[in-house]
């Protein structure tokens, strides 16, 4: 059985791996073979972004050469799918190469799309690149004081980040003496400060005590920069001297090309995980159109699942699990502190208050990361 | 031409219903109809309020064995 998997992030890598272990007999006497096709030679582990911004880490500890992550037996190209020909069982590549398969997953992640709002991308700072995250840094180190604004576009990646990025900026600029001439003002779509009522139980209480402020059903239209103004589509304005952004995301733009779903998300059955109309096209990660958390934890709990039923497909011609929606997030509630929401399409999650021991756990799992890539954790 | 959409958001926590409905709309064409279905009850109260602060049109709430069914219009 050809497995093609395109996209080398977390859930592409994790499910890779996962397969390789699970097959290994079967890559020795040809019955599989595993081929991943990505657009880099680098794997970056994307929530150390956060850090980055706040100077916590430097970009090198993002990084790792995606081979190195690889078992032996996968076949690793650095070469972008481009078209997508799903009748025929194939797709071709940046470099004009044609690769069949009898089983395709998809897990190319999500962008961000700043520009989906008149004036953010000119005017905000944000962290969801190795680029942004530096210049947002530099921009921090220069701020003397005014009113920071936590803006919120929708849909994006890593849930938690609004909550998290706001937390550390507290506690950045208190550790540079400026907690009294800086303003921290959160701002959130829907009625309470994060979509998961229990974390909006615990983190509403959490601003009031630190001082920050927070406006609800807040919806961005527009940024305008000459006056420094941020307008929500429900009427209401807020100033600002600095706007750090969390931008809406869009799913990748050659899947939107191919007609596999509008805005990049393909239409997935959420608990098989097959492409909607197609028995042997899988989609892993932010790359979903699941209403479910677009993290880290939910591209791994899927490629696990997938690895299981794939190989079980090879084995025994028929998967064996479903996905239950399970997903695991950290919060950090600042530089020393965290906790974490665990939950899936039946169970909401019950946070606990932050510790000090959860975040030096969250610390870890930012090296441990490099054993989760390889399937061992 | 005005479609009526399904959003499904039963079993979402995480972003949730509402937020799957905004992403939606702006998805969306002035006039489509939306009928979002969740399995959080809070949803029957959190859409509506939405969707009269923004200035969409508010249709119709019903629930059926657990899962609950809001229907509005994008207007603007």
């Known amino acids: 059985?050809?497995?093609?998997?395109?996209?080398?992030?977390?859930?592409?890598?994790?499910?890779?791996?996962?397969?390789?272990?699970?097959?290994?007999?079967?890559?020795?006497?040809?019955?599989?073979?595993?081929?991943?096709l990505s657009a880099s030679d680098k794997h970056m582990y994307q929530p150390g972004l956060l850090y980055l911004a706040v100077g916590r880490m430097t970009p090198d500890e993002l990084y790792r050469?995606?081979?190195?992550?690889?078992?032996?037996?996968?076949?690793?190209?650095?070469?972008?799918?481009?078209?997508?020909?799903?009748?025929?069982?194939?797709?071709?590549?940046?470099?004009?190469?044609?690769?069949?398969?009898?089983?395709?997953?998809?897990?190319?992640?999500?962008?961000?799309?700043?520009?989906?709002?008149?004036?953010?991308?000119?005017?905000?700072?944000?962290?969801?690149?190795e680029e942004t995250a530096l210049k947002m840094f530099k921009r921090l180190q220069s701020f003397e004081g005014g009113k920071v604004v936590i803006s919120v576009g929708i849909p994006h990646k890593c849930p938690m980040a609004p909550l998290e990025i706001t937390f550390m900026l507290h506690d950045y600029f208190k550790d540079r003496g400026l907690a009294d001439k800086v303003q921290l003002h959160y701002t959130y779509p829907i009625g309470r400060v994060h979509s998961l009522e229990n974390v909006a139980k615990w983190a509403a209480p959490e601003m009031d005590k630190l001082g920050i402020k927070y406006d609800t059903?807040?919806?961005?239209?527009?940024?305008?920069?000459?006056?420094?103004?941020?307008?929500?589509?429900?009427?209401?304005?807020?100033?600002?001297?600095?706007?750090?952004?969390?931008?809406?995301?869009?799913?990748?733009?050659?899947?939107?090309?191919?007609?596999?779903?509008?805005?990049?998300?393909?239409?997935?059955?959420?608990?098989?995980?097959?492409?909607?109309?197609?028995?042997?096209?899988?989609?892993?990660?932010?790359?979903?159109?699941?209403?479910?958390?677009?993290?880290?934890?939910?591209?791994?709990?899927?490629?696990?699942?997938?690895?299981?039923?794939?190989a079980a497909m090879v084995k025994m011609g028929t998967p064996v699990r479903e996905y239950d929606g399970k997903v695991f997030c950290f919060v950090e509630a600042g530089k020393d502190r965290a906790t974490y929401a665990m939950f899936d399409y039946q169970n909401p999650p019950d946070p606990k208050a932050p510790t000090k021991a959860v975040h030096w756990f969250k610390m870890a799992y930012n090296k441990l990361y490099w054993i989760s890539a390889r399937g061992l954790l | 031409m005005a479609?009526?959409?399904?959003?499904?958001?039963?079993?979402?926590?995480?972003?949730?219903?509402?937020?799957?409905?905004?992403?939606?709309?702006?998805?969306?064409?002035?006039?489509?109809?939306?009928?979002?279905?969740?399995?959080?009850?809070?949803?029957?109260?959190?859409?509506?309020?939405?969707?009269?602060?923004?200035?969409?049109?508010?249709?119709?709430?019903?629930?059926?064995?657990?899962?609950?069914?809001?229907?509005?219009?994008?207007?603007?």
Request: net charge negative; hydrophobic share 35%; proline share 4%.
């Open chain 1, 217 to 310: 059903f807040f919806n961005i239209k527009e940024v305008d920069g000459a006056k420094k103004i941020l307008r929500s589509e429900e009427g209401v304005d807020i100033n600002y001297d600095l706007l750090i952004s969390i931008p809406a995301h869009k799913g990748m733009e050659v899947l939107e090309k191919n007609g596999l779903g509008q805005n990049g998300w393909v239409p997935t059955n959420r608990t098989k995980l097959n492409m909607e109309g197609r028995t042997n096209v899988f989609i892993c990660g932010d790359t979903t159109n699941i209403p479910i958390s677009k993290a880290g934890s939910t591209a791994h709990f899927e490629a696990d699942v997938l690895g299981e039923n794939i």
């Open chain 1, 65 to 129: 050469d995606q081979a190195s992550l690889l078992e032996p037996g996968i076949n690793f190209h650095v070469d972008p799918v481009e078209e997508f020909h799903l009748d025929n069982n194939r797709v071709k590549t940046k470099s004009g190469k044609t690769h069949e398969y009898d089983v395709m997953v998809i897990a190319t992640g999500s962008r961000m799309f700043p520009e989906g709002v008149p004036g953010m991308a000119e005017n905000a700072e944000t962290f969801y690149t």
């Open chain 2, 3 to 76: 479609e009526k959409k399904i959003v499904d958001g039963r079993g979402s926590f995480c972003p949730g219903p509402l937020m799957e409905l905004i992403v939606a709309l702006k998805a969306s064409q002035i006039g489509d109809e939306l009928e979002v279905l969740s399995t959080d009850k809070g949803s029957a109260n959190d859409i509506p309020e939405w969707v009269r602060k923004v200035g969409h049109e508010y249709i119709s709430t019903t629930e059926e064995a657990g899962v609950w069914h809001i229907t509005v219009r994008k207007t603007k």
């Open chain 1, 1 to 36: 059985m050809k497995i093609l998997i395109v996209g080398g992030g977390m859930g592409g890598t994790i499910l890779a791996n996962n397969l390789a272990r699970r097959l290994t007999n079967e890559l020795k006497t040809g019955k599989a073979r595993i081929t991943m």
